[in-house]
């Protein structure tokens, strides 16, 4: 019988033993690396991906909870603003304000709470504030009260104003009311003297 044949090589041929060796059907290093790096690759591309898909989650929560809480996604709305009736009041007007909103223009022989003494135009500026606004209004009302009132009754009565506040300044009114009313009750006739 004639002798086992070996390669080339002098190795023995795949799948056979080498002599004093067990058999052990074991691969290559190289070929068992191989499918492990493969592996390793697929599971961190598959990583990268559910970053991704958790960023693009997060900053699409945070772009609508944006557009909710500025109402983005809506057409902005125009607010035109009406003058308020009681920058219409004239000189001479007396009023009645029942509930403290309303103002309605009344005869000065029926009971009303104020009548109008004068009016006048504040400067056309920048907004001058809540405490400056006042202090022009109070002073430009007191310096034409003493040309209208009758001053037998001057004793009996107290001068209020009305003027802008920064949304009707904005708006462009400009415009001061000033009333006289009596110190207690209503008033039954004109102050004017």
């Known amino acids: 019988m004639p002798p086992p044949a070996v390669p080339e090589n002098?190795?023995?041929?795949?799948?056979?033993?080498?002599?004093?060796?067990?058999?052990?059907?074991?691969?290559?290093?190289?070929?068992a690396a191989e499918p492990a790096e493969a592996g390793r690759h697929g599971?961190?591309?598959?990583?990268?991906?559910?970053?991704?898909?958790?960023?693009?989650?997060?900053?699409?929560?945070?772009?609508?909870?944006?557009?909710?809480?500025?109402?983005?996604?809506r057409k902005p709305v125009t607010i035109t603003y009406r003058e308020s009736a009681v920058f219409k009041l004239r000189v001479g007007d007396c009023i009645s304000t029942p509930n403290g909103e309303?103002?309605?223009?009344?005869?000065?022989?029926?009971?009303?709470?104020?009548?109008?003494?004068?009016?006048?135009?504040?400067?056309?500026?920048?907004?001058?504030?809540?405490?400056?606004?006042?202090?022009e209004a109070s002073s430009g009302c007191a310096s034409r009260l003493t040309g209208y009132l009758n001053p037998q009754l001057a004793t009996s009565?107290?001068?209020s104003y009305v003027f802008p506040d920064f949304v009707a300044w904005r708006a462009g009114t400009r415009t001061v009311i000033c009333e006289v009313q009596a110190t207690s009750g209503?008033?039954?006739?004109?102050?004017r003297g």
């Open 102 to 135: 309303l103002v309605s223009v009344l005869p000065c022989s029926a009971p009303h709470h104020a009548e109008v003494f004068a009016t006048f135009t504040l400067p056309d500026q920048a907004w001058p504030g809540r405490p400056k606004g006042r202090a």
């Open 10 to 31: 002098n190795l023995p041929a795949a799948g056979a033993a080498a002599p004093g060796s067990e058999a052990a059907g074991t691969a290559e290093p190289a070929e």
């Open 43 to 73: 599971r961190g591309i598959r990583i990268a991906a559910l970053f991704i898909i958790a960023a693009l989650a997060i900053i699409g929560g945070a772009i609508g909870t944006v557009g909710a809480l500025t109402h983005g996604f």
């Open 186 to 191: 209503q008033l039954t006739g004109s102050v």
């Open 157 to 159: 009565l107290t001068m």
